[in-house]
């Protein structure tokens, strides 16, 4: 018999809203399956099993918020008998949360298998938020959108046709003003505190020519279907991936004074999710993937991401952040490293520049890439030979 | 393919990246990736599912015909037969 408690996603979340079960009781269970999906700070997430078992009962009403660590549900395991008469523990729908400082219990880290359940209906982002405003019960409303997924639209037609505006909103442009911080907002926002309070930034910019990863790119995309094409992202992430596996003291994580390197790299690609925030999950093993797999993996990740469900693993344990532009903004992007992370990679859009190339002055396309370290764990000598070994790999990229 | 099924197949693949966008509100001439806020991951989406929908091979190099919707829309009244 065990429990499925709310897992913690991060150091900075003390607590996360239960919004859906997707098992019943009685169901069969395995390690990794998706059970449960928990509306955080950082958006909806989708919390994994770590043990086989029977799913008996839930002790968490839907929609009550709790602090991390809390039983959410028993799992029999497999073989035993179903539970005798327990407490009926339907725990009330708890107030809003309640600061709690985390039981000792720690949750068993989620497993990390990319198993593909989740039958049920996804919600986009916006439309999660809107139901949340107002009021309007998620499992109630039919999704219209191509894979019926739930749509901002749905929302708005169980909300009785209502305007998406608040509606409390004064007339005029100024509307976003009025609200307050969504849950991801409130989340950046404290996470983004909490570094630059806690991590001394050092930042290094560096200037990489890109004709070779782009010729190597536009080479193999050549002959190959959209499905299979490379994007110059996917040669990033890599680049980055193998130099923190050369200079480890980018790739960990620093808590109770002490940095910890981490034996695997797990990349953490910021993905903007419109109009809502900023995430970064991790690419497993972004070091050991090759690109088509890497690419593969951004690709679903993305995906996922946009559709408003992504999986406690990924959230919880990227050891190094890139974060780029792509190809619209500006030349350079500076980060700031997630906690308790230690560096982050910002990388701008490429641009065209005048370039000095034995001896002589030609066009080339380059891009600024950008590290923030963290004082605590490293410094700038250290810190330039890490960026200048992602430059090093990208000039031969088919070697990635 | 007429400029009338262009339009509906492009709308709908649109929507399927960006639901949150209403087609009837953009600029038709303007950047397809600013109107939709867009990354080249999503539009690489794009690509994919145009391809897979009307069996055309969209090389690279003609992406820069994709920068619009009014373009994107000419593309396939071209390409598509």
């Known amino acids: 018999m065990g429990e499925f408690r709310m897992p913690s996603l991060g150091a900075d979340m003390e607590a996360g809203k239960l919004v859906e079960w997707l098992v019943k009781p009685g169901a069969p269970v395995k390690h990794g399956d998706i059970l449960a999906v928990v509306e955080t700070q950082k958006g909806a997430i989708e919390i994994e099993a770590f043990e086989d078992g029977i799913f008996e009962r839930p002790l968490v009403e839907i929609g009550a918020v709790v602090p991390v660590g809390t039983a959410l549900a028993m799992i029999a395991g497999t073989g035993e008998a179903a539970a005798p008469e327990a407490p009926v523990a339907a725990a009330k729908a708890g107030p809003e949360v309640v600061a709690a400082p985390s039981p000792p219990a720690a949750p068993p880290p989620p497993a990390a298998p990319p198993v593909t359940t989740g039958e049920r209906a996804r919600v986009s982002p916006a439309a999660r938020r809107l139901a949340e405003q107002k009021g309007v019960d998620l499992l109630a409303v039919t999704g219209t959108g191509p894979s019926g997924e739930i749509t901002l639209a749905d929302v708005e037609a169980r909300a009785g046709g209502a305007p998406a505006a608040p509606p409390a909103a004064p007339a005029g442009p100024a509307l976003v003003a009025a609200e307050a911080m969504t849950g991801m907002r409130a989340a950046i926002a404290a996470a983004m505190a909490r570094s630059k309070r806690e991590i001394p930034h050092y930042y290094l910019a560096h200037t990489v020519d890109l004709t070779a990863a782009e010729a190597f790119v536009a080479k193999y995309n050549e002959r190959r279907e959209p499905a299979e094409r490379l994007l110059l992202g996917a040669l990033f992430i890599k680049a980055v991936s193998l130099a923190a596996k050369k200079y480890p003291e980018f790739s960990g994580h620093f808590e109770g004074g002490a940095f910890t390197p981490s034996a695997a790299v797990h990349a953490g690609v910021a993905i903007n999710i419109r109009g809502t925030g900023l995430v970064a999950p991790a690419i497993h093993d972004s070091d050991q993937l090759s690109l088509d797999a890497l690419m593969a993996a951004m690709r679903d990740l993305v995906a996922r991401v946009r559709a408003g469900r992504f999986r406690a693993s990924e959230v919880a344990d990227p050891t190094i952040t890139v974060s780029s532009l792509g190809e619209r903004g500006v030349e350079t992007l500076y980060g700031v490293i997630y906690p308790p992370q230690v560096a982050i990679v910002g990388v701008g859009m490429p641009v065209l520049r005048p370039w000095a190339v034995d001896g002589m002055i030609g066009v080339r396309r380059v891009v600024s890439m950008t590290l923030a370290g963290d004082h605590r764990v490293s410094d700038g000598h250290r810190g330039a030979l890490f960026l200048a070994a992602i430059d090093t790999l990208l000039q031969s990229a088919e070697a990635l | ?81």
Not at chain 2, 7 to 17: F, G, M, V, W
Not at chain 2, 50 to 77: E, H, Q, T, W
Request: proline fraction near 6%; charge should be negative.
């Open chain 2, 1 to 81: 393919m007429n400029a009338t099924e262009a339009e509906a197949a492009l709308t709908q693949e649109l929507r399927r990246i960006a639901p949150d966008v209403d087609v009837a509100g953009i600029d038709r001439e303007a950047d397809l990736r600013e109107q939709f806020d867009i990354d080249s991951m999503d539009f690489l989406n794009l690509v994919t599912a145009l391809n897979k929908r009307f069996g055309i091979p969209i090389p690279d190099a003609d992406y820069p015909r994709l920068g619009s919707f009014a373009g994107a829309v000419a593309y396939l009244v071209e390409q598509v037969p």
